[in-house]
């Protein structure tokens, strides 16, 4: 198995697999689209890490690996699909004399975003939320940057403090245009405001299906 040893574990991976997928786990069978993985890595590590578990079903059931080919497509998307590359750990466990299943480990990343190549060559950053792989909000990539820079200098005056008492009225949330529109600003420096109190950590981003909301009291 590509020189990775193989330990058992079949009562281990029997209890990672009865936690279902959730924010830190997703459950791979067919391992075919390297851009696809590339998704999965950006959004583990863009968040507080995951793993892949290679050989499971949807339906939990412990097929294992097919073959080498699978790691190496994951290998793949993690150094060619990912910007930057991603480091992925991989254990080997032997469920049963003819059945491996493969934990991919994918650690958070030092440096935020970590992005993902589409089909037609675009990057994107991903991020984990629940057992879905959701693309990330613009305002998150620039406040990450931006958290990345350093040397923030934050002041809550003026609209600021108005943005802070606006989301403590809101039940779910704002989007930028109801920011905007609530401090009678333009939305380009409502953006602005917001990519600089979410890079300070001041308020954060709360994915309400199908978009991300802007909150407060919550990290990136």
Same mark, same amino acid.
């Given at each position: ?28 069978? /067919? %391992? ?5 993985? &590339?998704? *999965?890595?950006?959004?583990? $590590?863009?968040?507080?890490? !995951? =793993? ?48 491996? /299943? %493969? ?5 958070? &990343?030092? *440096?935020?975003?970590?992005? $993902?190549?589409?089909?037609? !060559? =675009? ?56 920011? &905007? ?40």
């Amino acid at each position: 198995m590509k020189d990775i040893p193989v330990i058992r574990g079949r009562n281990y991976i029997a209890s990672l697999v009865a936690e279902g997928e959730h924010v830190h786990q997703d459950f791979k069978f /067919v %391992i075919s689209d390297a851009r696809k993985i &590339a998704r *999965s890595i950006s959004a583990f $590590a863009n968040a507080d890490g !995951g =793993r892949l578990l290679i050989g499971v079903k949807d339906n939990g059931t412990l097929a294992g690996v097919r073959n080498d080919e699978d790691i190496y497509v994951i290998e793949q998307a993690a150094e060619r699909y990912c910007d930057p590359p991603q480091n992925v750990e991989f254990t080997a466990f032997r469920i049963d004399p003819a059945t491996v /299943v %493969i934990r991919a480990s994918i650690p958070q &990343a030092a *440096s935020r975003p970590v992005r $993902a190549q589409e089909p037609d !060559g =675009r990057w994107r950053a991903y991020y984990r939320v629940a057992d879905e792989n959701i693309a990330a909000h613009p305002l998150m990539e620039r406040a990450w940057i931006e958290r990345e820079r350093g040397s923030l200098t934050l002041r809550l005056d003026g609209d600021a403090s108005r943005l802070l008492a606006l989301l403590a009225e809101s039940a779910g949330g704002l989007e930028v245009r109801d920011v &905007a529109l609530g401090l009678a600003i333009s939305e380009r420096r409502a953006e602005n405001m917001i990519v600089k109190l979410a890079a300070a950590g001041v308020i954060g981003f709360a994915y309400h299906a199908p978009r991300f909301m802007i909150v407060a009291g919550e990290g990136l």
